[in-house]
Protein backbone atom coordinates (compact mmCIF):
# COMPACT_ATOMS: atom_id res chain seq x y z
CA UNK A 1 0.00 0.00 0.00
CA UNK A 2 0.93 3.66 -0.78
CA UNK A 3 1.62 5.96 1.95
CA UNK A 4 -0.51 8.93 0.14
CA UNK A 5 -3.93 10.51 1.40
CA UNK A 6 -6.40 9.24 -1.29
CA UNK A 7 -8.40 12.66 -1.51
CA UNK A 8 -5.12 15.57 -1.31
CA UNK A 9 -2.78 13.23 -2.88
CA UNK A 10 -0.04 13.72 0.13
CA UNK A 11 3.25 11.69 -0.08
CA UNK A 12 5.85 11.16 1.86
CA UNK A 13 8.54 14.33 1.97
CA UNK A 14 11.82 14.20 2.86
CA UNK A 15 14.24 16.09 5.15
CA UNK A 16 17.24 16.33 7.59
CA UNK A 17 17.89 14.81 10.60
CA UNK A 18 20.03 17.04 12.35
CA UNK A 19 21.74 16.15 15.89
CA UNK A 20 23.14 18.68 18.09
CA UNK A 21 26.51 18.62 16.79
CA UNK A 22 24.63 19.57 13.32
CA UNK A 23 25.44 16.47 11.88
CA UNK A 24 22.99 16.23 8.87
CA UNK A 25 21.83 12.49 7.95
CA UNK A 26 18.39 12.14 5.49
CA UNK A 27 14.84 11.04 6.67
CA UNK A 28 11.42 10.72 5.34
CA UNK A 29 8.30 12.86 6.95
CA UNK A 30 5.24 10.09 6.83
CA UNK A 31 1.80 11.65 6.32
CA UNK A 32 -0.48 10.87 9.34
CA UNK A 33 -2.97 8.53 7.85
CA UNK A 34 -5.74 6.81 8.96
CA UNK A 35 -8.68 4.45 7.29
CA UNK A 36 -11.85 5.04 7.45
CA UNK A 37 -14.91 3.73 5.78
CA UNK A 38 -16.78 6.01 3.23
CA UNK A 39 -20.20 5.66 1.79
CA UNK A 40 -19.64 6.53 -1.94
CA UNK A 41 -23.10 8.61 -3.73
CA UNK A 42 -24.30 4.99 -5.21
CA UNK A 43 -24.21 3.98 -1.66
CA UNK A 44 -21.49 1.46 -1.90
CA UNK A 45 -18.98 1.50 1.09
CA UNK A 46 -15.53 1.88 0.49
CA UNK A 47 -12.52 2.00 2.80
CA UNK A 48 -9.42 4.81 2.09
CA UNK A 49 -6.71 5.60 3.45
CA UNK A 50 -6.86 9.57 4.62
CA UNK A 51 -4.62 12.11 5.94
CA UNK A 52 -6.04 13.61 9.74
CA UNK A 53 -5.18 16.79 8.33
CA UNK A 54 -7.98 16.09 5.34
CA UNK A 55 -10.04 14.55 8.13
CA UNK A 56 -10.47 17.68 9.88
CA UNK A 57 -10.92 19.67 6.93
CA UNK A 58 -13.95 17.67 5.70
CA UNK A 59 -15.30 17.14 9.44
CA UNK A 60 -15.20 21.09 9.46
CA UNK A 61 -17.06 21.67 6.26
CA UNK A 62 -19.47 18.90 7.28
CA UNK A 63 -19.08 16.90 3.97
CA UNK A 64 -18.17 13.88 6.53
Same mark, same amino acid.
Given at each position: ? *? ?5 T ?9 ? *? ?9 F ?27 T???? *???
Amino acid at each position: M *SKKCAITNKGPITGNRV *SHANNRKKRRFLPNLRTVRVTLPDGTKKKMKVAASTLRTLRKK *SLI
